[in-house]
Every structure is written in structure tokens, then in C-alpha cells.
């Protein structure tokens, strides 16, 4: 059966990845906002794209390239917003199984505890 040093050792571990994972977290989820933020703006963007080609006095020419261009940027915008949601399931999903695992530490050294108590 472990020692008493080794569980309180182990919980500490499992104590500082649990606390490291939930910074990643934090910062995951900092970047998730601004890439949503940035989603947001590309598709203000192609909204107010919209009706400069629909002015009257508009050039076609400069209006299809612009259009590109916005597609462009949305698609892109897109992009970074999925890639920063994925990121962040990951680092939930990290941060979920630190706190297992340190709960699996505490249950051990509580068991000990319990199991030291009775003898």
C-alpha cells in the first residue's frame, strides 16, 4: 500500500497540473473571445459590403474584388474562430481530467487517513 508521502506528494502534483491546466484554460478562453470578436467584425463587414454594392453609383469592377476580398476575410475569420473553439474543448477536456486526477488523490489520502484512524 502507497505511504502516506507518496499519496500527499501525488495530490500535489495532480493539485499543480490541475491548477496549470485551468491557466491554459483561462488563456484558451481569452483567445476563443477574440476570435469571435473578429468573427463578428468580418461579418459586419460583409453586411455593410452588401450595400455599398448595392449603391447606385457603385463601380462593379472595384465591388467584385472587394467582395473577394471580404469573403476572403470571413472565411479566415472563420477559420481561427473554429480552430480557437477547438483549442478550448481541448483544454476543458485537459483541465476535466487533472481534476479527476486529483480527486483520485484525495480520495486515497483520505482513505488512508481513514484507514490510519482505525488501527
Known amino acids: 500500500m502507497s505511504t502516506r ?3 500527499e506528494a501525488a495530490l500535489a502534483k495532480a ?3 490541475w491548477r496549470r491546466t485551468n491557466e491554459q484554460l483561462d488563456k484558451t478562453q481569452a483567445e ?3 476570435a469571435n470578436e473578429e468573427w463578428v467584425k468580418a461579418n ?3 453586411r455593410s459590403a452588401a ?3 448595392r449603391s447606385v453609383a457603385a463601380d462593379r469592377r472595384k465591388g467584385d474584388a ?3 476580398n471580404i469573403v476572403a476575410d470571413r472565411r479566415h475569420a472563420a477559420t481561427v474562430r473554429d480552430q480557437a473553439n477547438a483549442d478550448w474543448d ?3 477536456a ?3 481530467e487533472a481534476r479527476a486526477i486529483y480527486d483520485q488523490a484525495r480520495a486515497s489520502l483520505d482513505e488512508l487517513g481513514r484507514a490510519d484512524g482505525k488501527s
Do not use: M, P, W
Request: aromatic share 0%; charged share 55%; net charge positive.
Open 5 to 7: 508521502a507518496e499519496l
Open 15 to 17: 493539485e499543480a497540473d
Open 32 to 34: 476563443r473571445a477574440r
Open 44 to 46: 459586419a463587414e460583409r
Open 51 to 53: 450595400a455599398d454594392r
Open 66 to 68: 472587394n467582395r473577394r
Open 90 to 92: 481541448q483544454a476543458l
Open 94 to 96: 485537459a483541465r476535466r
